[in-house]
């Protein structure tokens, strides 16, 4: 495995970055993307204390036992730990799904030589499904700019080249690989745009144009949550970037292009989940806490919103048990989380953040947006003063300070509109958990329910 040293210094590439416009020399020494690449560098030594005989988020579960204890495992270790994983597995389960759909084919074959050549130089995985899309209304093939959508240009017997671009890409650059995979099913026509593969991220013709809601170096010490996960996200462009034959998971068959998008899907809402529970319990702590020091405990309206608090809480976290609970074993022995589970547990927090953000936002008060900074309160001409009217029922003017941005830094500032749109959009919109949810639920089982409740029995056609 590597370390932390060895991480860094495999960040110096000649990948290309850009950042607001500018290009980014040194990714390690950059204001904004250098923080996060240390945190990255960080969980290598942490994975490495934790299992110093091998990482074991690299390997496919082959029992609910691995299942619950790998995402339980992976919660603290970062972001790209649990991109590379949900990559991973992701592409684990397809190999094995196109095995399924085309025994004849040699992408599982390769697809598993690669996950052995990754798990060997232990690299970390940025996803890139999200196309630029164009027309939305119109298909790949039918756009004004046929490389709306990502697509080969080129074939040769050595391999292939790539153009087009993908959107929304988390930590594209402090990975190693970029998983690339198509955005959709493809039809006739379409296939140039079935291409699957996995591209380094300093190969030829890749640029990455990055964004960040990271907080400002004054806002750090007001800002917990941003300040550690505030990820750079970005545009990755594919400007003619040739792909071996080796690394090629998918090109051209239209069926099987839905596989990798499904695939990373399943993992990608599995870990949206886990997320999910882990900020409704600390929207729960930090609405009771907020309202302990604004002397509002025993107000019924308040109880009452913490109680709703906790009830959606509760409910993800079962969504989140049952999904790792009842999971099922595919034909090569992985273990994969209950789609059902999964998917209505992810579409139930995601639909539901925004309100319960609002319930901790009505218990909290305007000054989660007005309230002075620590360096007012630090400030040796009027911080005694601000922190004199910052004081609450049974706290001190620091402390009931500290909980407002807090507050705001996860529900109400860029990290936490970063929140309210990866929420719905993480994983695919909640368009698709419905869609997923509908294919998982026994339907059947229900209507034969009623009709033997109501006593009733399906009319003939005639």
């Not at 059947?444 to 109501?454: C, D, Q, S």
Request: with cysteine; charged share 20%.
């Amino acid at each position: 495995m590597m370390n932390s040293d060895q991480y860094r210094t495999s960040l110096d590439d000649g990948r290309t970055v850009y950042f607001d416009g500018q290009p980014v020399d040194d990714v390690r020494e950059h204001p904004v993307i250098g923080p996060c690449a240390t945190l990255v560098a960080q969980s290598y030594d942490r994975i490495g204390e934790l299992y110093p005989d091998g990482s074991p988020f690299t390997m496919a579960p082959r029992s609910l036992d691995d299942l619950r204890e790998a995402n339980e495992a992976i919660r603290p270790l970062g972001i790209m730990t649990l991109l590379t994983y949900a990559s991973m597995m992701a592409m684990t389960t397809a190999a094995s799904r196109i095995e399924e759909a085309s025994a004849a084919s040699d992408f599982p074959d390769r697809i598993r030589g690669m996950l052995e050549d990754f798990r060997e130089r232990d690299v970390r995985f940025a996803q890139c499904i999200t196309d630029a899309k164009g027309d939305r209304s119109l298909a790949p093939g039918k756009q004004s700019d046929p490389d709306a959508y990502t697509r080969v240009v080129k074939r040769s017997e050595e391999g292939v080249w790539i153009r087009g671009a993908k959107l929304h890409i988390t930590g594209a650059s402090l990975a190693h690989e970029l998983m690339v995979i198509p955005t959709k099913a493809m039809k006739p026509g379409e296939e140039d745009y079935a291409i699957a593969c996995c591209v380094p991220v300093n190969a030829p013709g890749v640029t990455i144009v990055d964004t960040s809601t990271a907080p400002t170096p004054s806002e750090r010490p007001q800002s917990p949550f941003s300040s550690t996960d505030s990820f750079p996200e970005a545009m990755v462009i594919f400007d003619d970037v040739f792909v071996p034959n080796e690394r090629l998971m998918l090109d051209g068959e239209i069926g099987m292009a839905a596989i990798f998008a499904h695939s990373l899907g399943l993992w990608e809402r599995v870990a949206g989940l886990t997320h999910m529970v882990d900020d409704a319990e600390l929207l729960v702590g930090l609405a009771h806490l907020i309202a302990e020091a604004n002397g509002l405990l025993k107000v019924s309206h308040i109880n009452q919103k913490i109680s709703d608090l906790i009830m959606h809480a509760t409910m993800l976290r079962a969504s989140l048990d049952a999904a790792l609970s009842n999971g099922s074993q595919g034909e090569d022995g992985t273990m994969f989380p209950n789609e059902l589970y999964t998917n209505a547990g992810k579409y139930f927090g995601a639909s539901n953040w925004h309100p319960m953000v609002q319930k901790v936002q009505e218990i909290a008060g305007g000054s989660v947006i007005t309230a002075p900074t620590l360096a007012d309160l630090n400030n040796p001409e009027i911080g005694a003063t601000v922190k004199r009217y910052m004081t609450g029922a049974t706290a001190d003017g620091e402390y009931r300070a500290r909980l407002f941005h807090a507050i705001r830094d996860l529900t109400a500032g860029n990290f936490g509109g970063w929140k309210a749109v990866t929420k719905v959009q993480g994983g695919g919109g909640l368009y698709a958990q419905r869609i997923v949810t509908r294919k998982h639920f026994d339907l059947n089982a229900a209507r034969e329910a009623a009709l033997h409740a109501t006593g009733l029995e399906i009319p003939s056609a005639d």
